[in-house]
């Protein structure tokens, strides 16, 4: 599979300039004043990110909302068994010894030939795991007790004996073939697939959350389970890696039956507790810079992040035309234009003071950060006009609020010292002294204090030492000898990962395409939709609505699996090698990841993170303990009272997260940022108020802001004043004003290609099993030659004389030859 097949997802509604393209007509126009009204009231988001949202959440968004009547299929076979073990008393009521006895009964009767009957045991067990819920009054007793019987499942080796069952399914050719040529796939195509997959998710996402009142034999049951899932003991690779061939089997229509949402929130919380979250990967990164002898971190960036508040969104191009038609009904006579500088100083505003009450009179800024880019010259004086005086009354520190601090410390990083060092010799001496940043001879004193400052905040990352290692083990493989490489989960999954690579990534983003709410239908297009469809499609409205929702909540589970997966596997393998890192991040461009992540945005956002596509009676537990009330449209319309979708404003985030690690520092993929005009896109996502999300929409800003000319950064003031308040800055980078951008030649080929080779050189060097063939010695000894033992072949000794006769005897040998010279 090649990258080039890989479906390039075009943004064509945008125009020359960046803007997006309105269609006219007064239905149109309605609804951007809606949109627009609805933006200006947009209010902060309490979202506290973290690597997964509540337990009960990620139980619940394992099953789709068609599988619901599998619970109490579930329980009925659980109890016709449990029945002729234990009569009339309750799982519950049993002591540990007779409830390990039952376990152990159920395992034997897993390895039964009969396939009917293997799905009734584990139907029974996934009973267990699901918490024994008919036993149980409240959602807490349901979760009490599907703990206690994980690891009573854990300990007696359940999750083996699933994962042989599972290779059995993945390599079960008939039913894949069957499914290959049925027109339409059901959820009774996945039957076995999706119990397996269930019982072995609840058992890695239980055992995986820590409590504070886990028993000690749980605690050590958890790293010995940790261990496992991050070691090569399942067919000598880690479990991770069969869920990724599982995830291209799918997407190479071998296996359409697969159940793909399943697969991929087991396939990232496998991840996630294997490798760690991101508070074990901030601690990693801290261990690690000690390790290297390097300065610790100047903060810690997670508690940097949730300390931010959000800004207030720049305005939209209907906001824009509202203020400038109410500015011409109240304007008695045209004033004279004044200086923009004037005007900064006399009613510069804190744009970031969180006002949930927007009052026009009091900030004309929106008029000049419109979200299309510039406004029309003929309203030019109207926009730029100085607002009324303030009333005298008021005091000046109510006008002027100024940020009392940035949040994150300047870095710097030691190329550039090294380039303001040779600007600054060419200068004023008329010679460079290459990498030498010591050597300030000749140079003025106010040159000697700015390297003094920029050597202050000097930061030298993991990824430069590595980097410089790795020249040197390039350069010297024989003096510097063997490299020694730490066993971790990181590095096992990445060598586990490396052939196939590439399949993994391309897989990972048909199927994000595909979940995507920007992405059409397509008849070419994988079917996502395996295990949400029922047997028979549904005849009445309410049921057809009530699929809508579970549909539209299964492509958003995909999304957040996806994003949090691909995140995940970015930063950890940064942290293990920059080259590990590269090469996932040059697979995911090659496969055109950056418009991808475009596309998905390019969509009403807000609508996006406010989706209320959940029915909250239809969650596990809650379905299992209450009575089900009747549903109706109004309720399913209604869905949840909550401000915001978590699971979407999550993927969101990941996204973003994942598009700032592509493109920084590389500035070739930061000018796809620029082709792709994203910028239009991106000043959209700002109208979520979650400082997290703006944060990173900011970063991917600052680094194109100097290609998108003068123009539109005088036109989008409040986005470049939010860029500077909360982005961290690198003291002599030149991103607000940068006024040579022709000098640098965008050469996307050669900078991926130099990259490439590096990151060969690297896997060619660790990885490759036949390496240094030309160093290896030679054995000159004539005695210790002959005397080696060589493997012959069977047969040898029926040939043997028949090769003497051809090969020796036959041969005319010429002594003589051997005292001429040569």
């Known amino acids: 599979m090649q990258a080039e097949d890989m479906e390039v997802p075009i943004i064509n509604n945008l125009n020359d300039n960046g803007d997006r393209q309105r269609p006219k007509g007064k239905d149109v126009f309605k609804e951007q004043q809606k949109e627009s009204e609805s ?159 269930s019982i072995m998710y ?177 309203d030019r004086d109207v926009i730029i006009q100085p607002p009324p005086p303030p009333p005298p009354l008021r005091p000046p520190t109510e006008r002027v609020n100024f940020p009392k601090g940035l949040p994150w410390a300047p870095k710097v990083r030691e190329k550039d010292i090294e380039h303001f060092l040779e600007t600054s010799r060419n200068k004023f001496i008329g010679f460079t002294l290459g990498n030498d940043t010591d050597t300030l001879v000749g140079l003025p004193r106010p040159i000697h204090e700015s390297v003094k400052t920029l050597k202050q905040h000097k930061y030298v990352s993991i990824a430069e030492v590595q980097i410089k290692k790795e020249d040197e083990l390039q350069q010297c493989p024989m003096s510097l000898g063997e490299e020694e490489v730490a066993e971790t989960p990181t590095e096992m999954l990445y060598l586990g990962m490396l052939p196939n690579l590439s399949q993994y990534v391309i897989a990972l983003l048909k199927l994000l395409l595909a979940a995507a709410p920007t992405s059409k239908a397509k008849t070419d297009s994988i079917n996502i939709l395996a295990d949400v469809l029922p047997e028979e499609m549904p005849i009445t409205v309410l049921q057809s609505m009530k699929l809508g929702i579970d549909v539209n909540r299964h492509k958003e589970i995909i999304v957040k699996a996806i994003s949090a997966l691909l995140l995940l596997l970015l930063k950890h393998f940064k942290l293990n090698h920059i080259y590990q890192f590269e090469i996932v991040s040059q697979h995911l461009v090659f496969a055109n990841c950056i418009p991808l992540i475009l596309k998905f945005f390019n969509q009403n956002i807000m609508s996006y993170i406010s989706a209320k596509n959940s029915i909250c009676v239809l969650d596990f537990p809650h379905c299992v303990v209450h009575e089900m009330p009747e549903l109706t449209a109004e309720s399913l319309e209604a869905g949840d009272s909550n401000q915001f979708c978590w699971r979407n404003l999550f993927s969101c985030i990941n996204l973003l997260r994942i598009l700032n690690k592509l493109t920084k520092w590389k500035h070739s993929r930061t000018m796809m940022l620029v082709v792709f005009k994203s910028a239009p896109i991106l000043k959209r996502a700002l109208k979520v108020k979650q400082a997290m999300m703006q944060l990173y929409v900011l970063k991917l800003l600052k ?120």
């Open 703 to 822: 680094i194109q802001t100097k290609y998108l000319g003068r123009q539109w950064r005088k036109s989008n003031m409040k986005t470049m004043s939010a860029i500077y308040q909360k982005v961290r800055h690198r003291l002599n980078d030149d991103w607000a004003y940068g006024n040579d951008i022709d000098a640098r030649p965008w050469d996307f080929q050669a900078e991926e290609c130099a990259l490439r080779e590096s990151i060969e050189k690297f896997n060619s060097r660790r990885y490759d099993r036949n390496k240094n063939g030309d160093f290896v010695p030679v054995d000159n000894c004539l005695q210790s030659v002959l005397g080696q033992r060589v493997e012959l072949p069977e047969d040898f000794h029926y040939s043997y004389e028949m090769w003497l006769e051809r090969e020796v005897f036959s041969q005319p040998i010429q002594w003589e030859g051997l005292l001429q010279n040569p």
């Open 39 to 197: 933006s200006m009231e947009s209010p902060n988001l309490e979202f506290e990110y973290g690597d997964t949202d509540a337990l009960t959440a990620e139980l619940s968004e394992l099953y789709s909302y068609t599988e619901e009547p599998e619970f109490a299929l579930n329980r009925d076979y659980f109890e016709e068994d449990f029945r002729s073990h234990a009569r009339d008393r309750r799982w519950i009521e049993l002591t540990v010894e007779e409830q390990r006895s039952y376990v152990m009964r159920l395992l034997d009767a897993l390895e039964v030939t009969d396939r009917d009957k293997r799905l009734k045991v584990a139907r029974a067990i996934l009973y267990l795991a699901q918490g024994v819920f008919d036993d149980c009054d409240t959602e807490v007793d349901v979760l009490h007790w599907s703990r206690h019987n994980v690891f009573l499942l854990y300990d007696m080796g359940i999750f083996t004996a699933l994962l042989e069952l599972l290779s059995m399914e993945i390599d079960n050719n008939q039913a894949c073939s069957s499914a290959v040529r049925k027109p339409a796939i059901s959820l009774a195509d996945s039957t076995e697939l999706r119990v397996l997959l």
């Open 202 to 378: 609840l058992i890695v996402e239980t055992i995986r959350v820590q409590t504070e009142d886990d028993r000690p034999e749980w605690r050590a049951s958890r790293e010995v389970f940790k261990n496992e899932l991050g070691s090569p003991l399942y067919n000598g690779e880690p479990f991770a890696l069969l869920l990724f061939t599982m995830v291209t089997k799918f997407c190479s229509m071998n296996a359409p039956h697969f159940p793909m949402k399943k697969v991929l929130l087991l396939l990232w919380k496998t991840i996630l507790f294997t490798v760690g979250g991101f508070q074990e990967l901030q601690e990693m990164k801290v261990r690690g810079r000690e390790r290297l002898n390097l300065p610790p971190l100047p903060e810690d960036s997670i508690k940097v992040v949730r300390a931010m508040r959000a800004a207030s969104p720049p305005a939209s191009a209907m906001e824009l035309i509202e203020q400038q038609q109410q500015q011409k009904r109240g304007r008695r006579s045209r004033r004279p234009l004044v200086k923009q500088d004037s005007l900064d100083t006399y009613n510069e505003r804190d744009p970031f003071k969180n006002d949930d009450a927007r009052d026009e009179e009091e900030d004309p800024e929106d008029t000049d950060s419109g979200i299309e880019g510039e406004v029309d010259p003929l």
